[in-house]
């Protein structure tokens, strides 16, 4: 009997293996046929990315800052949530406005402004005029005015914080920022959040530029350019579309889930001198504007000590991304001063 029941159970073990193992090749069969059907110009991942980098910046009552890679369909290698320069040592980082995770919390631009020195302006041209660049990203920024590197944001996630650049060029000028909507969850744009364990959070970034007689000479708005290079979550591929250089994702599903991790995630190849003042970006799509309420920053003291200068009752700077603020994780934004 004792022999029976062992191949009874050797029998039943190797069925349900089988089992599983048909199961599985059936699911891959599934997800190599739905990428394939995917008509877009993006390379197209799947599920969790390869963590590479824990932690890049640490932060009391803040979120992980990993950076990981993950390999597209077509054999790319892809960095998540974005290849940055925040462990750069040549990329200058932006002075606090508020800074909650450094004790820089300034109450106003004024007290801010107090502690920089001559040496934070950056010189592009050395005959220029000193511009001031006040900034709200959610979550992180790299800045460049004419192609030249002149802040990047100081905490790649959270806390929230504010930030103030200052730079002298001559007019006109051109200025280019990637903006990283960072992520927990890498390869599939998520976090914990709301009692969910894959929450899409959303992106955001408002900035004013002052003149040497702090006059308002610019601020984001719909006049901007935005064109977005990496997209997730995307739970079913048939929800996105692209017309020209519109990449278009506002169709699909962002709702929250407990169980993400077999995501797809949407990438594009950032385009040579996309930084540069000669960039042709005429056929890449204006950036949509977004409420404060939207973004949700009205119980941030990182905007709101600073509301005469983003909400300016003349010329209130407005928040901008590209057309889906949740599920475009990284932007790159670009506008040219006259």
């Not at 992180?140 to 806390?159: C, I, L, S």
């Not at 504010?162 to 990637?178: H, L």
């Not at 799509?285 to 003349?314: H, L, M, R």
């Amino acid at each position: 009997m004792k022999k029976y029941s062992l191949l009874f159970m050797a029998l039943s073990l190797w069925a349900c293996v089988g089992s599983q193992s048909s199961k599985s090749k059936v699911q891959t069969e599934e997800t190599t046929r739905t990428i394939a059907g995917y008509q877009g110009t993006a390379s197209v991942t799947q599920g969790l990315a390869n963590t590479e980098m824990a932690n890049i910046y640490e932060c009391e009552r803040g979120r992980k800052t990993d950076v990981g890679t993950i390999v597209s369909s077509d054999g790319k290698s892809w960095t998540v949530p974005a290849l940055t320069n925040f462990n750069n040592e040549e990329f200058p980082f932006a002075a606090d406005l508020h800074n909650p995770c450094n004790g820089n919390t300034y109450a106003n631009a004024e007290e801010a402004l107090s502690k920089l020195a001559d040496s934070d302006i950056i010189a592009i041209d050395e005959a220029g005029e000193v511009y001031t660049a006040y900034i709200f990203a959610d979550n992180y920024f790299e800045m460049y005015v004419n192609g030249q590197a002149v802040g990047k944001d100081n905490v790649p996630f959270t806390q929230f914080n504010s930030n103030v650049v200052r730079f002298k060029v001559n007019k006109p000028f051109t200025i280019a920022m990637k903006l990283v909507d960072w992520e927990e969850h890498l390869g599939i744009g998520t976090e914990k959040s709301r009692g969910k364990s894959f929450h899409a959070g959303d992106g955001g970034m408002v900035a004013v530029i002052k003149d040497a007689d702090d006059k308002i000479i610019s601020t984001t708005g719909a006049d901007w350019k935005a064109q977005t290079f990496y997209t997730a979550p995307i739970k079913d591929l048939s929800c996105v579309s692209e017309k020209g250089s519109i990449r278009q994702s506002n169709n699909c599903d962002e709702t929250d889930s407990d169980e993400g991790s077999s995501y797809f995630g949407l990438h594009w190849e950032l385009p040579m001198d996309w930084e540069k003042q000669s960039f042709d970006d005429a056929k890449w799509p204006n950036a949509v504007t977004y409420t404060n309420e939207t973004i949700g920053v009205d119980n941030k003291k990182a905007y709101t000590n600073f509301k005469d200068i983003f909400d300016d009752e003349e010329q209130d700077a407005q928040f901008i991304w590209s057309s889906n603020v949740v599920l475009d994780n990284e932007v790159i934004v670009r506008y040219t001063v006259e």
